[in-house]
């Protein structure tokens, strides 16, 4: 599978790169997804998004326009290609 992760607002200002691309063979979800993206950035950016293991209030995740907050948040299984946007809270909404 081909993931195309795009970054939007601070984490975009702050990582100097707008999208990544993950190719993984196997099934994972929303939180395995941004710890793969951390490492390959190398920039831990869980603390951007999540707290006390919850989606922070106003980070909006959406997986091909879906908000994963209607689905099962940070367990929504990624199980073909797709793209994941990523918006961190006071991210222009």
Aim: net charge negative; with cysteine.
């Amino acid at each position: 599978m081909i993931i195309e992760v795009k970054l939007f607002a601070t984490l975009r200002l702050k990582l100097k790169t707008g999208m990544v691309k993950v190719n993984i063979n196997e099934p994972f979800t929303v939180l395995q997804l941004l710890h793969i993206v951390s490492d390959k950035l190398e920039s831990d950016i869980i603390p951007e998004l999540i707290e006390n293991d919850k989606i922070m209030i106003g980070t909006i995740i959406l997986i091909d326009g879906y908000n994963v907050l209607h689905m099962n948040k940070l367990e929504t299984l990624i199980d073909k290609d797709c793209t994941v946007s990523l918006f961190p809270p006071n991210g222009g909404g």
